[in-house]
């Protein structure tokens, strides 16, 4: 498994993540103009006193609004938590690696130590079968 792609660019949990963030992001902004439009759907109602279907289409785009307002909430949410949890499963694979990595290492080190002695012994029994004849 590999930290990063081939080419050197982020992974797929990698661009996962940054992809719930931008829609995270974006909830968040479409939760600030929602809201932002609700206090001016607000301030006009307020302004208006006029008759009752204007008042009962007011209430129906507020329930509206609100509801919009509910959903994008609870989305944003959900996408703060699954980017927490993807934030988390990132770490422990990237604590995984690490110990894989300072794992090869040592073998490594243990597979020079190996080929050094190989080394050695040749050349000993080269020079032992030099003195035999």
Do not use: C, W
């Amino acid at each position: 498994m590999s930290a990063k792609s081939p080419a050197g660019g982020p992974t797929e949990r990698e661009q996962e993540l940054l992809r719930i963030r931008r829609d995270s992001d974006t909830k968040a902004a479409q939760l600030v103009d929602m809201e932002k439009m609700l206090q001016e759907t607000k301030g006009m109602f307020e302004k208006k006193a006029e008759g009752g279907s204007e008042a009962k289409n007011y209430e129906e785009n507020m329930e509206d609004l609100e509801e919009r307002v509910r959903s994008s909430r609870r989305q944003r949410r959900s996408s703060l938590h699954h980017t927490q949890l993807l934030e988390s499963q990132m770490k422990t694979v990237k604590g995984e690696l690490e110990g894989t990595l300072d794992h090869l290492q040592e073998l490594r080190a243990v597979l020079r130590r190996s080929q050094q002695k190989a080394e050695e012994r040749k050349a000993a029994m080269e020079k032992l079968a030099a003195g035999l004849r």
